[in-house]
């Protein structure tokens, strides 16, 4: 009797090799000579071959070497449940904490428990430096980053969604565990392969809020694991967040802007409704701006939209209402919040205040941020830059002047006050203008906490 070949599972540019064994979700490649799978299926093939008593080699994983890695740090007690859940879950799946709550330790808490090579995959420049700072602080060792036009590998590595979009083929079998924060990028086109194609057989994705507008978040289970664990901002405000109140000031829209409001509107519903359409969601949105392309009506349609939104968030009335939030809360530090740069600067202007939008230089930014920390600046006004993961100093006062309905966008505003100091209530101002969607759109966006 002939024995069976010895099997050998390779890694090639993000694809598992197995030869002539056939494994869970694998498929024949005529020019490789082999049956292939996706990186992301190698911890399921071990599995299959070990439950088989199949003879194998595992020749996949090209592991960074590290010494080990170890840290003293003290978790707070919903940190050690999440990280229990996802341990009990086989070290794959997402965790879901709001804003400020310490997410960052509970990776560190996971590269600890899992002592091995580690890459954090973020979406910002900024992320990527302030990761690579709290590991190097915690593991005492100086962390690789790949990002910004540099790409260096240690045992605890840092990359942006792009680079490792990019260099997927070379990194995706030199790491262990994988940590994705804000997973809610993941599904993105061109970033769900960065998922695929490592062979990370251990995953958490940190999130401060799951779902997507577009639905897509069901691929986080594919891609990651399932939510294994999830604390709400209402369940931890009072206690390791501040307490909290939401507060809604409306303005009216001036007779003009009233005017040419309505107009625009009825240019758009006029479309819809001829064209027995709904918008409902962000998927029929962008059927309407992709038919936009090639019917000059719905061309139309759409800049009418845009135009009376933009009107409703630019309100003149709303500065007026600003000022006299700003002015019976002097002296708290203040984070303004809009959804266009344009406003962002002529706010600046107006008030004399700091401004932070992308297109601030990076050293700026600091020294900004660095300056609002310390008092010396005690309001600054922002776009979209701050919303998502940059650690920004403590607040007690957020007005949101203008933003979308994303639930994920307003959770992560609010966050930004909701640091933990003895005796501080936070507030969150919502400006809004009356009789208009945006009203519909606060209510959407608030869900639930």
Not at 118 to 131: G, K, Y
């Amino acid at each position: 009797m002939v024995p069976s070949p010895m099997i050998t599972l390779r890694y090639f540019k993000g694809l598992i090799l197995s030869g002539g064994a056939r494994l869970p979700n694998s498929v024949w490649d005529n020019s490789l000579k082999s049956y292939k799978a996706l990186g992301m299926h190698y911890s399921d093939a071990l599995e299959f071959l070990r439950s088989s008593g199949a003879e194998f080699q595992d020749r996949v994983m090209d592991e960074v070497p590290h010494r080990d890695l170890r840290m003293s740090i003290l978790p707070r007690g919903y940190q050690v449940e999440a990280l229990d859940a996802w341990v009990r879950a086989g070290m794959r799946g997402t965790v879901v904490l709001p804003t400020g709550s310490g997410k960052t330790i509970l990776g560190m808490l996971a590269i600890h428990e899992v002592n091995s090579s580690t890459i954090v995959v973020v979406p910002t420049l900024d992320l990527m430096e302030q990761w690579r700072s709290r590991l190097e602080k915690a593991f005492s060792m100086e962390a690789g980053i790949c990002g910004g036009g540099e790409c260096r590998l240690a045992p605890l590595t840092v990359a942006t969604y792009d680079t490792a979009y990019l260099r997927v083929e070379e990194l995706g079998n030199r790491f262990h565990l994988v940590i994705f924060d804000e997973v809610h990028h993941l599904p993105s086109p061109g970033y769900s392969q960065v998922a695929e194609l490592f062979a990370s057989r251990y995953r958490l994705g940190l999130t401060a809020t799951y779902e997507r507008e577009d639905g897509l978040h069901s691929e986080l289970t594919r891609l990651v694991g399932p939510k294994v664990f999830e604390r709400r901002v209402a369940e931890m405000a009072g206690t390791h967040l501040s307490p909290f109140r939401l507060e809604r000031v409306y303005v009216d829209l001036s007779p003009e802007e009233g005017e040419e409001y309505r107009r625009s509107m009825a240019v758009y519903r006029s479309f819809l409704a001829r064209n027995n359409m709904w918008i409902r969601s962000r998927r029929d949105l962008q059927r309407l701006i992709m038919r936009s392309g090639k019917d000059p009506e719905a061309r139309e349609a759409l800049l009418a939209r845009n135009r009376a939104n933009a009107i409703a968030l630019n309100s003149s009335s709303k500065v007026d209402a600003l000022r006299r939030v700003l002015e019976s809360s002097h002296g708290e530090k203040t984070i303004i919040f809009t959804q266009h740069n344009r406003l962002v600067y002529a706010l600046s202007r107006l008030f004399l205040i700091p401004a932070i939008t992308h297109l601030t230089p990076k050293e700026e930014r600091a020294e900004v941020l660095d300056r609002f920390r310390r008092g010396t600046y005690r309001v600054i006004v922002t776009s979209k830059v701050l919303d998502e993961g940059i650690d920004v100093p403590d607040a007690s006062l957020g007005i949101i002047l203008s933003g979308t309905g994303s639930r994920r966008e307003f959770v992560q505003r609010l966050g930004r006050i909701l640091r933990k100091v003895e005796g501080k209530e936070a507030r969150l101002v919502e400006i809004i203008t009356r009789s208009t969607s945006e009203a519909r759109v606060s209510t959407r966006r608030r869900g639930d906490l």
